[in-house]
């Protein structure tokens, strides 16, 4: 009995502790989801502090975004490592150091968060969810709003298809 009781008390801390028994990564944060109503992106950020962790998860998984709705990257800069022997590119790596992206989001929304903390660092990953309907509600506005645009699109096929997809 004496041993049973030494065992739940060593154990009891290890299981209350969540190291066996803790929140296991959800699938969501490797396998992004896919539909065919909604864009997905998974956002990670990591920080001492929780609250900018969280923004730097929700601007990562804004620009995941951005990058699925078909962008314009206004610049980019890139760093080009080269190992070069007897005259030969044996090895070359290309870094994108930084890039802008411009895209319009519209109605997006956190559907999961999941948070840990280890070592003082709060690492928080977010799935962001976008209507793509919202996209082409954007653009049939956009192109409502200039007549001339409007006149030449009106009858197209493309512009038939956006307003299925905006219903």
Do not use: C
């Amino acid at each position: 009995m004496k041993r049973i009781l030494a065992l739940i008390i060593i154990l009891l801390p290890i299981f209350t502790s969540g190291q066996i028994l803790g929140k296991r990564t959800p699938d969501w944060v490797k396998n992004t989801p896919k539909s065919s109503e909604n864009y997905y992106a998974v956002g990670e950020g990591s920080s001492a502090t929780l609250d900018v962790a969280e923004r730097k998860a929700r601007l990562n998984a804004n620009v995941k975004l951005a990058e699925q709705v078909g962008p314009v990257v206004k610049t980019e800069t890139t760093r080009f490592e080269n190992v070069v022997r007897n005259n030969k590119l044996l090895k070359e790596k290309v870094y994108t150091m930084r890039k802008t992206v411009v895209a319009s989001l519209h109605d997006t929304r956190i559907v999961e968060q999941y948070s840990k903390e280890k070592n003082g660092v709060h690492t928080v990953y977010l799935l962001v969810e976008m209507p793509k309907k919202s996209i082409a509600q954007s653009i049939i506005s956009q192109v409502n709003n200039d007549k001339d645009l409007h006149r030449a699109l009106a009858g197209s096929k493309a512009y038939k298809k956006l307003l299925a997809e905006a219903k």
